[in-house]
């Protein structure tokens, strides 16, 4: 596995991209003209300080913020949250088939059951979410988005909340049940990204700033145990730390603008 | 055996009463002791079942409507955010000014019928539907809001399969309360003005001092809400079997 930037990969055509976008959030410039395109097919990962703005990016992708300048263009999106998001009033079965529920289509039940037992919780789809583990939540939530059958992906740190051995094995499962498809993982876990990351991406800055990527070699997801992908994550914690550091120097930069600025003329 | 605790209560309760009517010698034009109402109260089941009738109706259609109005209300506070400060001061007024002081007015109005009594039993669930549904509507995952635009979900479905049911926990704790004091407003309707229903009964049976009979009425209304009460307690716990904590 070498550490190599993406310019030696013919570019293919782009799944989703985000052009020129400008967005403000809480009053916050978080980006200014940001530039950042998906490679179709493959799983791009998204890491940066908290509050950098990886989820407002995700949200951009997923149509569900409007930048204030520039565009964004995904078409159909799924989407995976922290939080499973599981409707606790249906079953799992029904929880599968909500997005049919919600265009009013009737529902592919029998897809639905082939798609439960591709996540190994075929005899369950008649439990209510609160009998599952956290583990179990998540597997429903993956095949609610499955059943979406969406070229385009979007994850939000969906296994952060699991215990490390459920998430090894959900991560799995989610390589070998979304393989063709595009994904944009934002993640806080460096040995996350480079276990299922085609492409992996540092966020840092204020207005925010995507650099170029790290494209680790070999088959995801990757062995944790594999020398190759731990000098890489020193190479990320290290770019990682760059970032958190600029972060702090762009806070500071502004504390001292804003305190000039108050305690100016007078 | 969760019914058999509150009867073993009841009973005690009652033992209690003809034990002190026994022993205090308090006239029975005063206060009967429960034997003797409950004798009073089958002599006269035919007149107190007439009248329970009337003050059933007017408090499962004050709930009916109360509810139904509630329930729009909520729907109009949730989605017209243009509405809210039109309809705000409506839903605190309609809590802020005591029923028991509208009721002459209201009996002016509506007669002496059963209409004056669902208005007054429609006016005190109206503030508790209305508040609560309300409060459940506003508080939506905005995560469910989120996946539902995400899959392109028309708005009526998400109202649907998202809003109301995630709504329904809030709106069946309003419910459980306007159950509660439904029959209030019904009573105090009839005290003010009616010719009929237990309220009616009650207020004829005291100015003859037919006290035993008084106390039927009384303990038939009790039965009456307490039923009421439970059926639709155990209604909305079917309903919300899915909560983790039920």
């Known amino acids: 596995m070498s550490l190599s930037d993406d310019s030696s990969r013919l570019p293919s055509p782009l799944a989703a991209r985000i052009d020129n976008a400008t967005l403000t959030y809480g009053g916050r410039l978080l980006f200014d003209g940001l530039d950042f395109a998906l490679e179709e097919g493959l799983w791009t990962c998204l890491l940066g300080p908290t509050g950098v703005g990886k989820t407002s990016l995700l949200r951009l992708f997923a149509g569900l913020e409007k930048p204030d300048a520039g565009q964004a263009r995904a078409g159909a999106v ?22 049919s529920r919600l265009r009013a289509e009737p529902p592919d039940y029998e897809r639905a059951r082939v798609l439960l037992a591709s996540v190994g919780l075929a005899d369950r789809s008649g439990d209510y979410p609160r009998s599952l583990s956290g583990g179990m939540r998540q597997r429903v939530a993956l095949a609610r988005t499955l059943m979406e059958d969406r070229p385009l992906v ?6 952060s909340g699991l215990d490390a051995i459920t998430r090894l094995r959900l991560q799995s499962l989610a390589v070998e049940l979304l393989r063709g498809r595009t994904v944009l993982l934002v993640t806080h876990d460096p040995l996350e990204a480079l276990r299922l990351g085609d492409r992996i991406h540092v966020m840092a800055g204020r207005p925010a700033r995507i650099n170029k990527a790290l494209t680790p070699a070999g088959d995801t997801p990757r062995d944790p145990a594999d020398p190759a992908l731990l000098a890489h994550q020193a190479e990320l914690l290290a770019r990682l730390t760059a970032a958190a550091d600029a972060d702090a120097d762009a806070a500071a930069t502004a504390a001292a603008a804003a305190a000039a600025a108050d305690g100016g003329p007078g | 055996m969760t019914l058999l605790r509150p009867l073993i209560v009841f009973a005690g309760l009652l033992a209690l009463w003809q034990i002190f009517v026994s022993l205090s010698g308090v006239p029975p034009y005063l206060l ?3 034997g003797q109402v409950i004798v009073t109260g089958f002599d006269h089941a035919g007149l107190i079942a007439g009248h329970a009738w009337v003050t059933a109706a007017e408090i499962l259609i004050g709930l009916a409507l109360g509810t139904l109005l509630g329930g729009a209300s909520a729907l109009c506070l949730a989605y017209f955010r243009s509405a809210r400060p039109w309809l705000m001061p409506i839903l605190v007024i309609s809590q802020a000014i005591p029923v028991f002081a509208l009721a002459p007015l209201l009996v002016l109005w509506f007669g002496y019928g059963m209409a004056s009594k669902v208005a ?54 309003g419910l459980r309360v306007a159950t509660a004091v439904a029959p209030i407003g019904a009573v105090v309707g009839e005290w003010v003005g009616s010719s009929a229903g237990l309220g009616y009964l009650m207020l004829h049976a005291n100015g003859r001092m037919q006290i035993d009979l008084m106390f039927a009425a009384l303990f038939t209304l009790a039965l009456f809400a307490v039923a009421l009460y439970f059926t639709i307690d155990t209604i909305l716990r079917r309903a919300l079997l899915w909560q983790a904590d039920n």
């Not at chain 1, 799924?78 to 997005?99: C, F, H, K, R």
Request: hydrophobic share 50%; net charge negative.
């Open chain 1, 78 to 99: 799924s989407y995976m949250a922290q939080q499973d998001l599981l409707m606790p009033w249906l079953t799992v079965i029904e929880n599968t088939v909500i997005g």
């Open chain 1, 154 to 159: 979007l994850m939000d740190e969906p296994f």
């Open chain 2, 32 to 34: 009967p002791g429960p």
């Open chain 2, 120 to 173: 007054m039993a429609v006016l005190i669930i109206y503030f508790p539907v209305t508040a609560s549904f309300f409060d459940g509507l506003r508080r939506t995952d905005p995560g469910w809001l989120d996946l539902g635009q995400t899959m392109n979900g028309t708005p009526l479905a998400i109202l649907r399969h998202i809003r109301l049911p995630a709504a329904l926990p809030a709106f069946a704790s």
